[in-house]
């Protein structure tokens, strides 16, 4: 199900909401419509163990720095 982080200019929140299809998003604070999708990161279960997509919360090797 796609689930995304939008913020709301009105109030200045970020929050998560559920949207199919078109349907327009919509702070769930002070129900307003003007919001923009931010781009987020996604985590994933690899050993029973949560790991973040994020370079600087990564922590599954040894290196310093995750770029070339």
């Given amino acids: 199900m796609p689930i995304f982080e939008f913020h709301c200019e009105k109030c ?3 929050f998560e ?20 999708k931010l781009l987020s990161a996604f985590s994933h279960s690899s050993g029973g163990k949560f790991t973040s997509s994020k370079g600087s ?12």
């Fill in 12 to 14: 200045n929140r970020d």
């Fill in 57 to 68: 919360e990564c922590g599954s090797c040894s290196t310093t720095s995750c770029g070339p």
């Fill in 17 to 36: 909401m559920l949207v199919l299809g078109k349907e327009p998003a919509s702070c769930p604070n002070c129900k307003g419509r003007k919001v923009k």
